[in-house]
């Protein structure tokens, strides 16, 4: 059953979504529309499941769940990972790859890139160990606080010189 966001519990958990652009009005109303739906018929072994989703500026998509009385199945994530591979084939954009790295310019951009390029951005001086980058290690509601950290405070504290 879809309840707002706001009110689910704190230890409810959050899957993070990135899209690899900006999701236009249109695609937010989209998205709004199709995960209303989603979250409100999301089930566990025939047993509803208050859920939720929030979309964070204009390229994250947050999913939670009530774990409290029943925990998710791993029927019920597969199902929700189908809805949003289905979104991602009606927006045009990956949004399922885990293999991105959202983070924030100095101007205030909002820049997704592939994982596999982030040496070279920081190479570059595009990221520092000051940019916010999304903690893709958030799993609650309550950790949702710390979604964006530095980027020396996260696994690419590698890049940069001690």
């Not at 920081?122 to 958030?138: F, H, K, M, R, Y």
């Amino acid at each position: 059953m879809y309840v707002e966001f706001k009110d689910l519990p704190d230890d409810s958990r959050v899957w993070i979504y990135q899209s690899e652009r900006q999701f236009s009005e249109n695609e937010k109303d989209l998205i709004t529309k199709k995960l209303s739906a989603f979250c409100q018929s999301w089930n566990t072994h025939g047993n509803s499941m208050p859920t939720s989703f929030k979309i964070l500026g204009a390229h994250v998509i947050l999913l939670a769940v009530d774990e409290s009385g029943l925990g998710a199945s791993g029927c019920s994530i597969d199902s929700s990972v189908r809805m949003l591979r289905e979104l991602e084939n009606e927006l045009g954009t990956n949004i399922t790859d885990q293999g991105k790295v959202t983070f924030r310019s100095d101007s205030g951009k909002i820049n997704v890139t592939s994982a596999l390029g982030i040496k070279s951005k920081v190479t570059s001086g595009e990221i520092d160990s000051q940019t916010l980058v999304i903690n893709p290690l958030v799993k609650s509601k309550k950790d949702l606080d710390s979604v964006w950290i530095l980027a020396g405070n996260s696994w690419m504290n590698r890049y940069f010189p001690n």
